[in-house]
Each structure stands twice: as structure tokens, then as C-alpha cells.
């Protein structure tokens, strides 16, 4: 086993050599743009260690845990579009850079250079991996447009919530870490197991987001903060501080959440006042906490080494004490 930031590494290495010079320009140079602005690579890196956690070399999984990243960024790409997003990462997103019909194009055809990845394996793997790899991009789509529904809906519970950030996010990591032991031909068992680990830890992972959208520094967090409060996100946060507040905090959030505004740093304030003041802030850490101890139970019952449990663990760690 190596450790994460030797993953990056290995990872960013085989990025590197993966650039598209073809033609026409306006499509891929959009897809190496999104690629290379950087991020955790924190999919990729899953997968690579979820193959060595089951006793393969990291090498095998590259051109797996490549076919997450360009997914993931496929996703980001239309995500941005649907939310007139600014920024991604610090940087222009691609269709503020270029214009939405190029965004929309570069991201179909980075869907499609995904599953070209899984290719590169033998048949009964290659099967296993599209199955997982299907089966997870149809249901971030649907976690997408609940995510659109919830911001008309007035009446969004927090359990549909849920639901919607496992769809939209948590699948994801869930998948990578599987595909990893899908490479290793472990047990069907293992498999099941670091599923459920890396789709407990994608909850965290996402609910930590919506904190730090929220709370986050805008020079390490990467994205626009307050980004959810501007678009009327029903967040984890909102439903918390509509589930703890009196009536006169529960109608001013509503009012705030109805509101289109120019100059949107008052709305921000005001929203996460009552988020701190609710309890909200502290029972969404508490729930991230509870979603990673969740991961951890995972490890119990997996049949690998006790260091490879602990590496596991350290990483979840991590995540929960992430600033970006």
C-alpha cells in the first residue's frame, strides 16, 4: 500500500499522458481544460487504493480509476452549466470560458471517452466494471434532477434529502472504491463491504460540502461561497434550521429563500446566522461524524489486513477534517 498523496502521484502521471490533441479543438480542448484544473482526485484515488487493499497493483486500476475522473468532470461540466456556476476550482468554468453549447458537447463526449477506458480489460472484468459503471451514471443523473426539483419545493424532507446527495455524489465514490476490487478479483462479499464503506464516506464527503459552501474560506474552499444559500439549495443545513427554529426564524429563512437578489452578501449572512443560531451548523457536523463512523463499521467485517483497515480509516479521517 502506498499513501494518498502517493496515489496523486501515480495518478496525475498517467493524467498527464492522457491529453487529447485532436480535432476539432473547441471539443476536447474544454475536456483538458476541466481535467487539469487540479482538484483532490479523490475518486481516482479510491480506486487505486481500493485494488491494492485487495491485493493488486495499483497500475491495474488506472485506466479505471481515469474513466471516474473524466465521469466526475463530465458531470461537473453540466452541473456548472444547470447552475451558472462562475467558478470551479478557483478557475473559469468551461462554459463561462467558452459558451454553454461547447460545455454541453465537450461533457457529452467526456461521458463517452469514460467508458472507452474499461476497454483496456479483459472481457468478465470490462462486464463488471460498465455494470457498476451504468448503473452509478444513471443514478447521478437522477440525483441531478432531484437536486433541481428541490430548489421549486417547499415541502423537500430531510430523508429525500439524503437520497439525493447518495444519488448525486455518494454512488460515485462508492463505485470508484468497488471498481478497485472488481480489478482485484476479490471476494463478491469485499466488494459489497468497501461499496457500502466508500457510499457512507460519499455522504460525509457530501454533507461536509454543503458545510463548507456555507462556512468554508474562499481561498482554500475553490468554489464561490454562499453559492448554495444564492441558488435556494434545500441543503442539509436549510432543513435542519427549518426543523430546530421558532416560526419567526422558520418564515425570515423561507422569505430569504425566496429571494433573487443582485448583491447577495446580506442574504448570506442573514441565512447563516440562523444556521448557527438553529443548531443547524453543529447537527450537520454531527451527522458527518456519524456518517463516517458509519464507513468505519464497514472495515469490521472486511476480510483484509489490519494495516489496510487502518489506512482505510485514516483516509476517511481526513475527509472529515477537510477545508477544501
Known sequence: MHAINQYQDFFISYLEN???????????????YII???????????????????????????????????????????????????????????????????????????????YQ??????????????KIFS???????????????????????????????????????A??????????????????????????????FQLQDDYLDAFGDPKTFGKQVGGDIIENKKTYLYLKALEFSEKENTVHLNNLFSMQLENNVDKINSVKEIFNSSGASKATQEAIESYTLKAFETLKKMN??????????SFGESLMGRKV
Open 135 to 173: 448503473k452509478t451514471a444513471l443514478e447521478v443523473c437522477e440525483g441531478q434532477q432531484w437536486d433541481v426539483d428541490f430548489e421549486t419545493r417547499t415541502d423537500v424532507t430531510i430523508p429525500e434529502y439524503l437520497k439525493m446527495i447518495e444519488y448525486k455524489t455518494a454512488v460515485l465514490v
Open 175 to 204: 463505485a470508484a472504491m468497488k471498481m478497485g476490487a472488481i480489478i482485484a478479483e476479490t471476494s463478491e462479499e469485499n466488494a459489497n463491504l468497501i461499496y457500502e464503506f466508500g457510499l457512507n464516506l460519499g455522504l460525509a
Open 36 to 114: 487539469g484544473l487540479g482538484g483532490k482526485r479523490m475518486r481516482p484515488v479510491l480506486t487505486l487504493m481500493a485494488a491494492e487493499v485487495f491485493d493488486a497493483h495499483y497500475s491495474k486500476a488506472l485506466p479505471a480509476a481515469m474513466a471516474v475522473e473524466v465521469f466526475h468532470n463530465f458531470s461537473l461540466v453540466h452541473d456548472d452549466i444547470m447552475d451558472d456556476a462562475p467558478l470551479r476550482r478557483g478557475k473559469e468554468t468551461v462554459h463561462e470560458k467558452w459558451n454553454i453549447n461547447t460545455g454541453i458537447l465537450s461533457g457529452d463526449a467526456m461521458l463517452i471517452l469514460a
Open 18 to 32: 492522457q491529453k487529447i490533441n485532436k480535432e476539432p479543438k473547441n471539443l476536447y480542448e474544454p475536456i483538458d
Open 304 to 313: 483484509i489486513q489490519t494495516d489496510k483497515k487502518e489506512i482505510l480509516r
Open 117 to 130: 477506458y474499461f476497454e483496456q480489460y479483459e472481457p468478465l472484468i470490462f462486464r463488471n466494471l460498465a
